[in-house]
């Protein structure tokens, strides 16, 4: 088997931003950060009355979530897709290590959504295939479906009564 060339490092503001979106990431979604928003809407509350709950009042509460949902959006979505990456790897690895696994699977995602339901609907057969064993331990594999798929196009159709 070749040699796979090793990934090549991020450098820069990539490898910068991935850090960084990773640390914040992690560091809101920590019981710390929820109980300090929490305090910071409840401080707001409470100088409602001092501010006689003035249009600056309400545009300061306004603004600051604002700006800061716009910008954990992108740090959110950026820790997601690293998180997807490293998912879909090990699954694969998964696959590719079962010698009963169809190596089909592989790469899945990069089908488009049509391929996918074509794999949904195999899966559906499967499915209903173990529905139907008596064992709990019978295994099915797409391989196996298409096998038997191709086993009916050429088996003699039984006449009907």
Not at 19 to 35: D, E, I, M, R
Not at 67 to 95: G, P, Y
Request: glycine share 4%; net charge positive; hydrophobic share 40%.
């Amino acid at each position: 088997m070749p040699k796979k060339k090793p990934a090549p490092e991020k450098k820069g503001f990539k490898k910068a931003f991935d850090k960084f979106s990773t640390n914040v990431t992690k560091a809101t979604g920590s019981p710390t950060a929820f109980l300090i928003a929490v305090i910071i809407v409840l401080v707001w509350g409470i100088t409602g009355p001092v501010f006689h709950y003035s249009d600056t009042w309400q545009l300061v509460i306004n603004t600051g979530t604002t700006i800061v949902t716009f910008l954990m959006v992108f740090l959110i979505q950026q820790s997601q897709n690293k998180d997807t990456v490293a998912l879909q790897l090990k699954l694969n690895e998964l696959i590719a290590c079962n010698e009963k696994a169809s190596n089909r699977l592989i790469d899945i995602e990069d089908l488009t959504d049509e391929e996918l339901q074509v794999l949904k609907k195999f899966y559906i057969e499967l499915s209903e295939l173990a529905e139907k064993e008596s064992n709990l331990h019978t295994s099915h594999s797409i391989d196996e479906a298409k096998d038997n798929n191709e086993r009916k196009k050429f088996a003699k159709p039984v006449p009907k009564k």
